[in-house]
């Protein structure tokens, strides 16, 4: 007896270090295994050339957002293209064609000898120059033409400035960009969305063209009239008045351009990207450099970021279950416990997502099973929630997470442990399960609906939770046992064993000592219903109760409730007597630690 004794104290001894190398694991897979996907998929680079046959067929690794160039770059230009060129009729050109064109007539009708030279001496101040010979053509003119002339010239100038005469480079510069219409500014805004063709638009190199058919009209009222004598004084006279504003369009285009969002295309895993053999297309090339870049997504703040949030919730979490389990003699043992179970439940996650890359959801995470674990062995609450919070910080750092996945841990684990009660009975365990299924289920569709869950996720949902539920409790009731017997730890089932009759201590005692048996079961059911009102655990306690005298199996004649006629110590010393009666509390200990 005094070697199992030294052995469990030297093992308590051994319980700091062995806590301390389980928060090491603990926090270490707490971090790496959300990683383990992204090490995986950098692992894989790959290289190639535009141009370059592929090697293999190559497949997305996981879910990126890829920048399409191409397809933003057609939008951009396409965005710049429906900018037509913008052009306005400039006031100060059309006055000054106007003060000529008066200025002309007047000295034209006017007839003295200095005529010819006042009309020279008038182009040579406005820097034109004669090169069609309009003047001598014009002095050919009798009275009645040239009033005819005079009069045809001003409609006809009127109607080409209003309608906009354009310089011929500008004109050249809009056709060669592709356009052929424009639109006019009156003031400093376009007309709305209107256009103009360009194929009406007047130069002095088209007028020949344009106006000829138009003044054809006029040779009917006068049949010596020259629609030419019209053109030639247009392009001498008029300033060009309707002006291409390049660097307005230009700045149009870089605006219209620059609200072009990218092109964002959605590549989901396991998509195939490209096919083996064949050459490489720009495009694909950077596909394959973007989903490299997805690949580990985490910058060297991020992970330190992480890292020292795993290890402040491991050492949290551990300080407040060793506090609230303080005085509790196997409140190391219960930290190692919870410990190596969400160590367990940590590689589970690992194993589920190699299983399932991609199609994660927040109900096939198993964070319920560290919790139940803990519930079962140490019968308080507050000691499995605290398990469950640290498993619920941990899947938080799952690449599958969304910004509900630690609400919905929580929510789950604070579920099962309010529905879950001690099973005593058969009946107890079914009834945990309904409960703990319904209420999981409900608290994951209302956080997966805050974050905007697809409806055909539903039912997967609450299968995956049922699922998980049912998971956790076959694995905790495999495995409670086992942890029990080998740590000799009181649970409920452990104890309502232990408290049957048919032991063979309590046989015992019923065989040899009758009288303490009975008492022992009095004081058990009194124990209970003390217990339960008080809300100390009533198992315990009977049980406590059951034991507490079998050290009188070894000598019941010398205890009261066994004798029947003689008293053994009227025979024997008082000292002697006061040592058996002493002994029957070391004999229960030894008997009870065998």
């Known amino acids: 007896m005094r070697k199992t004794s030294r052995q469990h104290s030297a093992g308590s001894r051994y319980h700091p270090l062995i806590v301390v190398i389980l928060m090491m694991l603990v926090t270490g897979c707490a971090f790496f295994i959300p990683l383990l996907p992204h090490i995986t998929s950098a692992s894989r680079q790959f290289t190639y050339q535009v141009g370059q046959l592929a090697e293999e067929d190559i497949f997305a690794v996981q879910d990126f957002v890829y920048f399409d160039e191409d397809q933003t770059e057609e939008r951009r230009l396409a965005a710049e293209r429906a900018i037509l060129p913008i052009a306005s009729l400039n006031l100060r050109q059309t006055s000054l064609s106007y003060n000529r064109l008066d200025i002309f007539s007047k000295l034209l009708v006017n007839e003295t000898d200095q005529r010819e030279s006042n009309l020279y001496s008038f182009l040579g101040r406005e820097n034109l120059m004669d090169r069609r010979n309009l003047l001598q053509r014009l002095f050919l003119l009798n009275e009645e033409e040239l009033a005819y002339y005079i009069a045809t010239l001003n409609e006809t100038a009127s109607m080409v400035l209003s309608r906009g005469l354009m310089d011929h480079d500008s004109y050249a510069r809009i056709l060669g960009d592709g356009y052929h219409s424009f639109r006019l500014e009156i003031g400093s805004h376009p007309q709305g969305d209107e256009s103009d063709s360009l194929d009406e638009v007047l130069t002095k190199e088209n007028l020949d063209d ?132 969400l160590l367990v439940s940590l590689l589970l996650i690992g194993l589920i997502g190699w299983l399932l890359p991609g199609t994660i959801l927040d109900s096939h995470l198993p964070v319920l099973l560290a919790p139940m674990f803990i519930l079962q062995i140490t019968d308080r609450k507050l000691l499995a929630f605290i398990t469950s919070l640290m498993i619920s910080s941990y899947a938080a750092l799952l690449p599958s997470s969304s910004m509900m996945t630690f609400f919905f841990s929580i929510a789950t684990g604070s579920l099962v442990l309010w529905t879950f009660q001690s099973a005593q009975r058969r009946l107890d365990t079914l009834s945990n399960w309904v409960y703990g299924a319904i209420t999981t289920s409900f608290a994951a569709l209302v956080a997966n609906m805050l974050v905007g869950l697809d409806s055909h996720l539903y039912l997967p949902l609450v299968f995956g939770m049922i699922i998980n539920v049912t998971g956790s409790m076959i694995l905790v009731d495999v495995t409670v046992p086992i942890f029990e017997r080998l740590l000799n730890i009181p649970t409920s089932f452990r104890l309502l064993e232990i408290s049957r009759e048919d032991n063979p201590l309590l046989e015992r005692m019923a065989q040899v000592a009758q009288g303490s048996f009975t008492h022992s079961r009095h004081v058990a059911e009194l124990s209970y219903a003390a217990a339960k009102t008080v809300g100390a655990n009533p198992l315990l306690a009977r049980v406590g109760a059951m034991f507490h005298d079998i050290g009188k199996s070894d000598h019941p004649e010398y205890f009261i409730e066994n004798q029947t006629e003689e008293n053994k110590h009227d025979d024997i010393k008082p000292s002697l007597s006061v040592a058996i009666i002493k002994s029957h509390v070391k004999l229960g200990v030894e008997k009870g630690r065998e």
């Not at 040779?219 to 004084?233: A, E, G």
């Not at 008045?241 to 295309?265: G, M």
């Not at 050459?279 to 450099?289: F, G, H, I, K, S």
């Open 210 to 341: 344009l106006l000829f058919a138009y003044l054809r009209g006029y040779i009917r009222q006068q049949s010596s009239f020259q629609p030419q004598l019209i053109i030639d004084t247009l392009v001498l006279l008029l300033e060009n008045n309707l002006i291409y504003d390049e660097a307005k369009t230009l700045s149009l285009r870089a605006q219209a351009r620059a609200k072009v969002d990218a092109v964002q295309i959605a590549i989901p895993k396991n998509m195939k990207l490209v096919s083996k053999d064949t050459p490489l297309t720009a495009n694909q090339v950077r596909m394959l450099e973007t989903m490299n870049e997805y690949s580990f997504p985490y910058t060297p703040t991020q992970l330190l970021a992480r890292a020292i949030f795993t290890i402040m919730v491991t050492l949290v979490g551990c300080r407040a279950f060793l506090l609230f389990a303080q005085g509790h003699f196997r409140s190391h043992l219960y930290l190692i416990l919870s410990l190596s179970a």
